[in-house]
């Protein structure tokens, strides 16, 4: 599914403060099976473009269409894993996992199957009946992606869903990730910290600079995967984001 | 701590007590720990025409019960729809605020102009003792949940009442039912203190109310303890409830 972001800004007004521009003029096309990295420095405005594009922000100016209807609410042909722990916690990581399919009325018997299948694909076999408190940090955040994907939407929002994990899960995690990608076609819409995730990751690598979040820079990413990050032409792209990303924190 | 030296405290009271009773040495004042303990040994024995002390207890309990049931069945969607929608909540606020301080007893003499003497007006004085605790805690408990949660309950299309029974009622669950508890322990206080208006026949605080006309303190004394044993009982019946089911709440970091 395409969706197209087009002259986005978006300006906060709280109460006693002085307007605060968080987005400028943001303009972008996914096209349809894209992965799609955004960069950024914290508060540059990332996860506000997330929640408009998820329908639960509006801009103040411009508009978002998600392959060809203009975004007014929550879709469910998009799902998105918050950066901040989501999950249910009176829920079993099972019940949470297949939240949504029972929000669209899916019975439990046709629940449960698909249920046990994404909580092992990322690998939490066995914690199904277990609690979220049960459970480190970065397996509630495996369980909020298993949640999303269980729905099987066509648009993948992600706020920095592996920030949480460690090195190793988290590039386990990469590698699923791009395996269900490459396999269901969804367009990936992935916000991230991490230069190495992002050139691991992408097709295409939109940088933001900070306050007020601007386009500062697109990486278009054409090696094959997967990618070897010891290779020299990941090692190059990432130096050049990187040098990028320090002229804008100079330039501050 | 040793669950004997739990024991001692409790024991020095009752020891205290018969040295003080054998001192002052008239059952008028202060009766012996044994001569209460004999009427809390007989509780189904009736005491001066007026049914036993299980009857009366059982009495008030029940009565309890309705106007407790009542306040749940109100105060909990009012709570509800209040936490969820802030210009409601602005609206009503300052007709809560101002109800709220005003205890249950000030309620009595329009409740007897009401509902006159009787079971009516002992029910409606339960009913607003409750009512407020259960209220305040559900608007506290509704407005409190997450927004993450409401959110991501939108993302996967939970609208009305599917986010109303699959997220914001468990969210609030814990809130609602301190709220619950609290009330059950006002509703209690509320009883046994209605009862003692004159015009009532029965109940557990008529008893001990009637046992004082009839110089009975050992049945007063054996009264209140009964009084305070089911206060606790159910107590301890909703932290039980509060332990089993909500454990996610104190768990979650
Ligand atoms: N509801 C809101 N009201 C007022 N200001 C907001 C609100 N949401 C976000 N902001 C502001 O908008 C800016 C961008 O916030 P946003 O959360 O999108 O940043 P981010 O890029 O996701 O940062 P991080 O990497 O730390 O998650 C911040 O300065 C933030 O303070
Ligand atoms: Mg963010």
Not at chain 1, 121 to 129: K, Q, R
Not at chain 2, 27 to 46: E, G
Not at chain 2, 48 to 74: E, K, Q, Y
Not at chain 2, 100 to 116: D, E, G, Q, Y
Request: aromatic share 10%.
């Amino acid at each position: 599914m395409t969706v197209i972001i087009r002259n986005v800004s978006k300006t906060f007004t709280a109460r006693q403060n002085e307007p605060l521009i968080a987005l400028d003029n943001i303009s972008a096309r996914v096209a349809n099976g894209e992965f799609l990295c955004i960069l950024g420095p914290s508060g540059c405005g990332k996860t506000t473009l997330l929640r408009m594009i998820g329908g639960l922000d509006h801009p103040t100016s411009g508009e978002i269409e998600v392959e060809g209807t203009p975004v007014t609410g929550p879709d469910p042909r998009l799902a998105m894993i918050f950066q901040e722990y989501s999950l249910y916690p009176w829920r079993t990581v099972r019940s949470n996992v297949g939240f949504g399919l029972q929000m669209r009325g899916m019975p439990y018997e046709e629940r449960e199957k698909i249920e046990n299948r994404f909580i092992g694909l990322v690998g939490l076999e066995g914690f199904g009946d277990s609690y979220p408190y049960e459970l480190s940090g970065g397996m509630r955040q495996r369980v909020a992606v298993a949640r999303a994907l269980a729905t099987d939407p066509a648009v993948l929002l992600m706020d920095e869903p592996f920030g949480a994990l460690d090195a190793q899960t988290r590039n386990r995690m990469q590698k699923e990730l791009l395996l269900i990608w490459e396999k269901t076609k969804k367009t990936v819409i992935f916000v991230t910290h991490s230069v190495d995730e992002a050139v691991f990751l992408a097709d295409r690598i939109m940088v933001l600079s900070p306050r007020p979040g601007r386009i500062a820079g697109i990486y278009d990413v054409n090696m094959p995967r997967p990618r070897d990050r010891t290779g020299v032409e990941f090692a190059t792209l990432r130096r050049d984001v990187l040098e990028l990303i320090d002229r804008l924190e100079d330039s501050q | 701590m040793r669950w004997y030296l739990k024991l001692l405290p409790p024991f020095f009271l009752l020891l205290a007590w018969e040295v003080a009773s054998i001192l002052i040495n008239n059952p008028f004042i202060l009766p012996t720990p044994v001569s209460v303990a004999a009427v809390l040994m007989t509780p189904m024995a009736d005491i001066l025409g007026s049914g036993s002390i299980i009857d009366n207890a059982l009495l008030s309990v029940w009565r309890v019960v309705l106007g407790f049931g009542l306040a749940v069945l109100c105060a909990v969607p009012i709570g509800i729809i209040i936490g969820r929608y802030r210009t409601i909540e602005e609206l009503v606020n300052p007709i809560i605020q101002l109800l709220r301080p005003i205890p249950p007893l000030a309620w009595v003499p329009l409740a007897l102009a009401w509902f006159k003497i009787g079971l009516l007006s002992i029910v409606f004085i339960i009913f607003i003792g409750s009512f407020f605790p259960i209220l305040i805690n559900s608007i506290d408990g509704v407005r409190r949940v997450n927004r993450t949660w409401i959110e991501t309950a939108a993302i996967y299309g939970a609208k009305g009442w599917k986010l109303l029974a699959y997220v914001i009622l468990p969210a609030s669950a814990p809130a609602i039912w301190t709220g619950l508890r609290v009330g059950f322990g006002v509703a209690w206080m509320c009883v046994v203190a209605a009862e003692m208006l004159p015009g009532t026949t029965s109940g557990i605080g008529y008893l001990i109310m009637y046992s004082y006309n009839w110089g009975q303190v050992q049945v007063i004394i054996a009264g209140m303890i009964v009084i305070g044993i089911i206060g606790i009982g159910v107590d301890v019946l909703f932290r039980a409830v509060e332990k089993r089911k909500f454990q996610w709440q104190e768990m979650n970091r």
